[in-house]
């Protein structure tokens, strides 16, 4: 071959591939390759066909190429294809390639004329072909046609950017002559990833179709749309040369025949056909894989870094050391679920709570409002309180609130508590149960050992539940056993009493507020709104909040309370309060008519209004036939107990707020965590033999990791046996291909010389690019205009790839 290096550069990549290619069969690292980009029927397969010199690839109408070929010519002795998905299978018949790909394509994309990203690989082996390696893609449509997807031309689109957005990809845009260049699909796609052009050169195809007295004479010379590196044209067989099968050899003689004898294209018929394209590409890519060489090693070595860690992690793992590996999985398992209780994860979770965070929520926030839903019913529990004195008085009337009836109604609220309290634990086994599975990752690749794991440990948490919660009914049973009424707490029988003699007697002692709406006064439809005080010797209502313009005082006396029910439509709850000697409660208004807004708030104000001593009209009777009466020295009483009740029960729950996490934690958690850290190994321990086996899945994860690894490495291996000596590719030899006026091709040092005149108001800086070859250490030639008188000239090195950045080089120039 005439290209020196290219002997060694091209097996480079190949054995790259071959040492790749069951690891990599996407190619992540996108080794270097020209990708063949066209629209349909523009003849890309006909190009790659006259490359190879056979005939291999599907034909038809429409999209036929549904998949990217990978095609790896390769210079043999015998011809033969050979592809990636079935090793080791020579196919000398091509026509056997060409079905071999139809069945290749379909297997993945069915019949349909889908698209997959998936690539075929295949091998061309050819004492006529030079070390080339092509993709051929999918061509460009417009509209979708029979069962395509409607998004087709957007799938294709995607796909051919996924391959040629690389820069260490060469960009081979066919584009056929007999339609216009500026609408080249293939050059725009180009275009928006290669805008300097540096990487893209264009194939015209169909030159023999133009009609007559048209040619692309200025498109091949590079005048009209130039590339940098310019147009080769070619011309394939025609659709009747193919169906009479005729030769590719015969074809490319055609060929060759057409540019001598054509008037447009004869001056540069030796620059022009398949066999030149076959040259330039080989010498593009040989260029191509010497400058990103070194780019793919840190890729390589990139991928490797990130590959060892695991690899290591596998070896750890290997079945051969099953006692070291599940000890290790073990000590992880713990490890893991005491840094998720005690916060100390490596990742924070920044989505939602988890492990010990949800525990916390559990304990101060659950578990108080799960003892505050068992608070009755304000109602019921003072008519429990009465039905309690009034039975333990009999057929006597008492004069003082009887011990009895408070004990009985705290036994039986502090009775309540095992419900909230057995839920409370109920949550924390939950929650225990799904922050142990979080941990169980790390036994995924061991499914036995992860079930064996989960039995004990579940049961272990089960068992402490049981025992949690037999240790709470005691903690019950301790309180149900002695009312301490002499608590430091406790408000006591003379603190209660003295404060309910308070409430009863004292004008300023304010039993409620709250806004409720006088709906028989003012000519407001549904009422106004006012702000009521009660207190223990009169009803008042101001127009706000700020209680400073007051509206009205309403004494108590005399006065009762009186249901009112209103129509289903209604969406508030009335009563009402008149004067028991038929007097005018509020002007000229015999009753005052209040609504609020819910049931909960009128039986809340009907309460006070109780405490207050203005009670019903008449005597309620309850769901059991007891009736209710209104003795003002038995509501004192119940008062009294109801006051007891209250500073008891706090108490109660704030010693349960304070035990119940402490008991869970200790009965549950800890003890969890410690049959983990402690016991659970030695109970793993006889049955190692049985719960080391690997999953299928994992076996194979392992497999194609560790050979990934070591396929990472042989090519790296690889790429440390290039020899430095080894000559470099010459650049393309093309006469249209020429160098940009500021940057060469090949350009290794870019200097900005400045010229600066000291202490010169008023001048400008004169600047111009000096230019190092990077083959000699010649100066290559500049013309520089305008320069000034004598000055310093300072060198600022510039270029992306120059050895002394930073530095300042001065001489003194004279003209």
């Given at each position: 071959m005439s290209n020196p290096g290219m002997e060694a550069l091209i097996p480079l990549v190949n054995s790259l591939q071959d040492a790749l290619s069951d690891v990599c069969y996407n190619y992540e690292l996108h080794l270097p390759q020209i990708v063949v980009v066209g629209a349909q029927s523009s003849g890309k397969s006909s190009v790659l066909e006259n490359l190879v010199g056979r005939d291999f690839l599907p034909r038809g109408t429409g999209i036929v190429t549904r998949r990217p070929l990978i095609l790896r010519l390769l210079h043999a002795d015998t011809v033969y294809g050979e592809f990636h998905h079935c090793k080791g299978n020579k196919f000398t018949d091509f026509n056997k390639i060409r079905e071999e790909i139809k069945a290749e394509t379909e297997r993945l994309t069915g019949r349909n004329k889908d698209i997959s990203s998936v690539p075929i690989n295949l091998l061309i082996y050819s004492p006529h072909v030079v070390n080339l390696t092509l993709v051929d893609l999918p061509g460009i449509t417009k509209v979708s046609v029979g069962d395509q997807p409607a998004d087709i031309e957007y799938q294709i689109r995607k796909l051919i950017m996924q391959y040629i957005c690389h820069e260490n990809c060469l960009i081979l845009a066919v584009t056929p002559a007999n339609t216009d260049l500026t609408n080249s699909d293939a050059l725009k796609l180009a275009k928006d990833v290669d805008p300097q052009g540096l990487r893209t050169i264009g194939v015209i195809t169909k030159l023999d179709l133009m009609d007559k007295g048209t040619d692309a004479k200025e498109i091949l010379e590079n005048r009209f749309l130039p590339l940098r590196l310019g147009y080769i044209g070619v011309v394939n067989r025609s659709q009747k040369d193919i169906d009479g099968q005729k030769d590719i050899r015969?074809?490319?003689?055609?060929?060759?025949?057409?540019?001598?004898?054509?008037?447009?294209?004869?001056?540069?018929?030796?620059?022009?056909?398949?066999?030149?394209?076959?040259?330039?590409?080989?010498?593009?890519?040989?260029?191509?894989?010497?400058?990103?060489?070194?780019?793919?090693?840190?890729?390589?070595?990139?991928?490797?870094?990130?590959?060892?860690?695991?690899?290591?992690?596998?070896?750890?793992d290997d079945p051969t050391s099953r006692n070291k590996t599940l000890t290790l999985l073990i000590h992880h398992f713990a490890d893991e679920l005491k840094k998720l209780i005690d916060g100390t994860c490596d990742n924070v979770d920044t989505v939602c709570l988890s492990g010990g965070a949800r525990l916390n929520q559990i304990f101060h926030l659950r578990l108080p409002n799960e003892l505050t839903k068992v608070q009755p019913d304000e109602i019921k529990l003072r008519r429990e309180i009465s039905y309690a004195i009034r039975n333990i008085h009999g057929v006597r009337t008492g004069l003082f609130p009887p011990d009895m009836a408070f004990e009985a109604i705290v036994k039986k609220q502090i009775s309540w508590l095992k419900e909230p309290c057995n839920k409370f634990i109920d949550m924390v086994n939950e929650e225990l149960i799904t922050t142990v599975n979080q941990c169980f990752d790390k036994l995924t690749c061991f499914p036995k050992l992860r079930e064996e794991t989960e039995k004990l440990v579940t049961t272990k948490i089960y068992e402490q539940e049981r025992k949690c919660k037999d240790l709470v009914l005691q903690l019950i049973e301790i309180q149900l056993a002695y009312i301490n009424t002499?608590?430091?707490?406790?408000?006591?029988?003379?603190?209660?009493?003295?404060?309910?003699?308070?409430?009863?007697?004292?004008?300023?002692?304010?039993?409620?507020?709250?806004?409720?709406?006088?709906?028989?006064?003012?000519?407001m439809k549904g009422g106004k709104e006012y702000w009521f005080i009660l207190t223990a010797e009169s009803l008042s209502w101001f127009k706000d909040e700020e209680e400073k313009e007051k509206q009205y005082m309403l004494p108590l006396d005399n006065l009762k309370l009186k249901d009112i029910v209103k129509g289903f439509k209604s969406s508030r709850f009335y009563f009402s309060i008149y004067n028991t000697e038929l007097r005018n409660v509020y002007k000229d208004q015999k009753w005052l008519e209040l609504a609020?807004?819910?049931?909960?708030?009128?039986?809340?104000?009907?309460?006070?209004?109780?405490?207050?001593?203005?009670?019903?009209?008449?005597?309620?009777?309850?769901?059991?036939?007891?009736?209710?009466?209104?003795?003002?020295?038995?509501?004192?009483?119940?008062?009294?107990?109801?006051?007891?009740?209250?500073?008891?029960?706090?108490?109660?729950?704030k010693t349960f707020r304070d035990q119940m996490p402490k008991t869970v934690m200790h009965v549950m958690v800890n003890s969890v965590k410690e049959f983990i850290r402690s016991e659970l190994l030695s109970q793993l321990y006889p049955?190692?033999?049985?719960?080391?086996?690997?999953?299928?899945?994992?076996?194979?994860?392992?497999?194609?990791?560790?050979?990934?690894?070591?396929?990472?490495?042989?090519?790296?291996?690889?790429?440390?046996?290039?020899?430095?000596?080894?000559?470099?590719?010459?650049?393309?030899?093309?006469?249209r291909i020429q160098p940009s006026r500021y940057k060469m091709h090949h350009v290794m040092h870019v200097l900005r010389l400045s010229v600066r005149p000291p202490r010169m108001a008023g001048q400008a800086t004169l600047h111009f690019l000096l230019l190092q070859s990077i083959t000699r250490d010649t100066m290559l030639p500049q013309t520089v205009l305008c320069i000034p008188p004598p000055n310093i000239f300072v060198l600022d090195p510039v270029g992306p790839g120059d050895s002394c950045r930073g530095s300042r080089l001065s001489m003194h120039v004279h003209i």
């Open positions: 015969a074809a490319l003689q055609a060929e060759n025949n057409f540019f001598l004898s054509h008037p447009a294209y004869k001056h540069m018929a030796h620059r022009m056909g398949t066999p030149y394209l076959q040259k330039i590409l080989n010498q593009h890519l040989s260029n191509h894989i010497r400058d990103t060489l070194p780019g793919f090693r840190r890729d390589l070595e990139s991928q490797l870094r990130a590959l060892n860690k695991e690899a290591e992690e596998f070896r750890l002499n608590h430091e707490d406790f408000v006591g029988f003379s603190k209660c009493q003295k404060s309910t003699s308070l409430l009863f007697s004292s004008f300023a002692q304010v039993i409620r507020k709250g806004w409720l709406t006088m709906s028989n006064i003012g000519l609020c807004c819910s049931q909960e708030e009128l039986d809340s104000w009907k309460v006070s209004l109780f405490r207050a001593g203005v009670f019903p009209d008449k005597v309620e009777v309850d769901g059991l036939g007891n009736e209710e009466f209104t003795d003002p020295l038995l509501e004192r009483q119940v008062e009294t107990i109801r006051h007891l009740v209250d500073s008891y029960m706090s108490i109660i729950h049955l190692r033999e049985t719960l080391m086996d690997e999953s299928p899945d994992q076996q194979q994860h392992r497999v194609e990791v560790l050979r990934k690894h070591r396929a990472l490495k042989e090519a790296l291996a690889v790429i440390e046996q290039v020899s430095l000596s080894i000559p470099l590719p010459p650049p393309v030899d093309s006469p």
